[in-house]
């Protein structure tokens, strides 16, 4: 990966990453299931007809783009927007007491409900990643909770003020443009480039 630096990050399938934090390249480790996936985050500096060069905090980095690259938008959306039925992606910290409080809440649209595996697994900078159909919000004077239910688990998620919530919108390669901070997320490829599975255009962008 052309002047990027990989670095270890926490086990986990396929979700929308925090686009919150700094620029990053990051690796998961893989796990019996999956491979290892390469994430690069930063800001489009040139586009071709089969790829991207992204901007990182640490360098640029070569994004090949192939027939199966899926491009998304997200679109900033409130915790009022999150219906019973919804399907989520949602990355949260888990507590001493082994509650879970969020951190990110991603709204997928219906087409990708049977591509996004359901489950929890680990995910970066230590969290819980949980995709899960949302059957309850209940809004109290003490907090405000999802109820999400995934195969035979129900789990409960409190989502602070703070939490960022957004709406996953399935685009095309148009919406790509310079200037725009995205987050690639693939597989890296023999000389070093990433090959990505998916391009993730962030909000406001």
Do not use: C, H
Not at 23 to 47: C, D, M, N, S, Y
Not at 99 to 105: E, N, R
Not at 185 to 199: F, K, T, V, W
Request: glycine fraction near 10%.
């Amino acid at each position: 990966m052309t002047g990027g630096r990989r670095r270890r990050g926490s086990a986990g399938v396929w979700l929308l990453a925090v686009l919150a934090g700094g620029q990053l390249i990051r690796t998961v480790p893989p796990t019996a299931a999956a491979p290892a996936t390469v994430f690069a985050e930063g800001t489009i500096t040139a586009i071709s007809p089969d790829g991207l060069v992204v901007a990182t905090s640490s360098g640029s980095t070569q994004v090949k783009l192939t027939p199966q690259t899926r491009v998304s938008r997200r679109v900033a959306v409130t915790l009022d927007d999150i219906k019973a039925g919804d399907y989520i992606g949602a990355s949260s910290r888990r507590e001493a007491d082994g509650s879970l409080t969020a951190v990110y809440i991603n709204i997928f649209p219906p087409s990708l409900r049977n591509q996004i595996p359901e489950g929890e697994s680990p995910w970066l900078g230590g969290n819980v990643m949980t995709n899960a159909v949302v059957t309850e919000y209940v809004a109290e004077i003490s907090g405000r909770t999802l109820r999400v239910k995934f195969r035979d688990t129900t789990v409960r998620i409190t989502v602070p003020p703070g939490a960022e919530i957004t709406r996953y919108f399935v685009t095309t390669r148009a919406d790509l443009r310079v200037g725009r901070r995205v987050l690639a997320l693939g597989a890296a490829g023999a000389d070093g480039s990433l090959i990505a599975r998916s391009i993730q255009i962030a909000p406001g962008r």
